[in-house]
């Protein structure tokens, strides 16, 4: 594998369901970034970790939570979304924090 | 606010017009801005980074420029494969980066 991989490629919960997104960069990287992406708008940053820790947290909703347990894996928990969350989920990581940024083929949620 | 808008929304073109796509920001203190290439059902791919106001940056087709207020991202006789959405983005320091809503760039054959 090279580069951002993200699983799965695509996932349909209900409301009341938990699951889990994970994302994986084998390019050595400090930095990994969480990113929703809707129709019609802009990326929305939601969290960013450098060096596992967590350093930016956009005001995102509690049933969001992200979990960075080494520099090469990125986790973000859902529970008990709603219907308006449906979105493309976007995973990057980046060698510093002023630097380009690679980004994973994106998790497409549907939340019915 | 730091404020990043793109324009046009959505371009069409023939093969071989040239064309270019816009850019403009307010921000307190620009580190950085960005330009990246989006395909349907793909994350975005980085093509260039600009840190500088008269900064320039050339690859293949594309040439990206700065300004203290805008940037823009300017395609010479583009081709059917230049077809995809197209973002800037501003990073203004501590992982703070706001992208634009993209344009949409499609080239006729």
């Known amino acids: 594998e090279t580069g951002v991989t993200q699983t799965p490629r695509h996932l349909v919960m209900g409301m009341t369901n938990k699951k889990s997104l994970k994302c994986e960069q084998h390019?050595?990287?400090?930095?990994m970034y969480w990113y929703k992406q809707s129709a019609k708008k802009p990326l929305e940053l939601m969290f960013v970790?450098?060096?596992?820790?967590?350093?930016e947290n956009n005001s995102v909703p509690s049933r969001f939570s992200p979990e960075c347990p080494n520099s090469s894996h990125l986790f973000l928990h859902l529970h008990t979304l709603q219907p308006e969350d449906s979105a493309l989920y976007l995973c990057?990581?980046?060698?510093?924090?002023?630097?380009?940024?690679?980004f994973g083929p994106g998790t497409r949620l549907t939340v019915l | 606010e730091d404020q990043v808008t793109q324009s046009p929304e959505a371009l069409r073109l023939q093969e071989g017009e040239s064309s270019s796509l816009n850019c403009s920001y307010t921000?307190?203190?620009?580190?950085?801005l960005f330009w990246y290439r989006q395909d349907p059902g793909k994350g975005p791919e980085f093509l260039f980074t600009?840190?500088?106001a008269g900064e320039e940056k050339e690859k293949e087709r594309l040439k990206a420029t700065l300004t203290k207020k805008e940037s823009f991202l300017h395609i010479t006789a583009p081709k059917p494969e230049d077809s995809a959405t197209y973002l800037c983005?501003?990073?203004?320091?501590?992982?703070?980066?706001?992208f634009g809503t993209g344009t949409r760039l499609k080239v006729l054959a």
């Open positions: 990057a990581s980046s060698q510093e924090d002023d630097t380009e940024q690679f």
């Open positions: 390019l050595g990287h400090n930095a």
């Open positions: 970790y450098s060096l596992e820790e967590r350093v």
């Open positions: 921000v307190s203190g620009l580190r950085g």
């Open positions: 600009l840190y500088s």
């Open positions: 983005a501003l990073y203004s320091g501590t992982y703070k980066y706001i």
